[in-house]
């Protein structure tokens, strides 16, 4: 059964919402400046780890928060989207070291990710 393995939080202001964030409910955040992102870790009310996710730069005014699903296959799971009357909205793009990543829509007009991690960065 598919989860949430990842989520994203496009940002006018990356400080002013690690402060937010990190104040609001104890995200601390790993910064990558090269890729212009940051890595946020999360922890759930029993104290063990969280979902993982990620913020960066709002790259354009529509952008919200997205959530990604893991499936174990992308390419499969992107077939059945549109199947089910969704839309692909991004094609599968490569996350080097990490996995496969495509952006979708529902038949209600909600984006959604699907992510398939890479066996080789396991």
Known sequence: MSTIVHFDVPTEDVERAKTFYSELFGWTFESYPEMGYNLVTTMNLDGTPGVG?????????????????GV??????????????????????????????ATCMDTE??????WEENAQAR
């Open 72 to 101: 174990p296959s992308i390419d499969a799971a992107m077939h059945q989207v549109a199947t089910l009357g969704g839309k692909v909205l991004t094609e599968k793009m490569a996350v080097p070291g990490m996995g496969f990543l």
């Open 53 to 69: 996710g990620g913020m960066g730069k709002r790259m354009e005014p529509s952008q919200r928060m997205l959530n990604y699903f």
């Open 109 to 114: 007009g909600n984006t959604f990710g699907l």
